[in-house]
Nanobody, 125 residues
Framework: QVQLAESGGGLVQTGGSLNLACEAS????????MGWFRQAPGKEREFVAA????????YYTDSVKGRFTISRNNARSTQYLRMRNLKPEDTAMYYC??????????????????WGKGTLVTVSS
């Protein structure tokens, strides 16, 4: 069992930056592929970024490539999402997710085993 807790959301102007963190409790954090998803009001939850448990390979949805950076610190059982040049369309609840031993390269919500409660990111225009 893994419990995930996000932090770092907030209100920022267009072009601004935020750094999200997700701390995991439980064992074997290094065995989990970690990801970030987001859900805007009235929309479905969508994949944002992921980092593999095998080799720290990273994956991004096209709309955030070059602006967002995902990373992890296994010793601290924490993953991060560095967000730069934020846009109003990035406004959403951001969720941390974990998948035990997942080695695929497609990231739908149903491949993730555990979820955090989310942290709200609001980008004003």
């Amino acid at each position: 069992q893994v419990q995930l807790a996000e932090s770092g959301g907030g209100l920022v102007q267009t072009g601004g930056s935020l750094n999200l963190a997700c701390e995991a409790s439980g064992r074997s954090f290094s065995s989990y592929t970690m990801g970030w998803f987001r859900q805007a009001p009235g929309k479905e939850r969508e994949f944002v970024a992921a980092i593999s448990w095998i080799n720290d390979k990273t994956y991004y949805t096209d709309s955030v490539k070059g602006r967002f950076t995902i990373s992890r610190n296994n010793a601290r059982s924490t993953q991060y999402l560095r967000m730069r040049n934020l846009k109003p369309e990035d406004t959403a609840m951001y969720y941390c997710a974990a998948s035990l031993h997942y080695s695929g390269n497609t990231f739908y919500a149903n491949v993730m085993d555990y979820w955090g409660k989310g942290t709200l990111v609001t980008v004003s225009s």
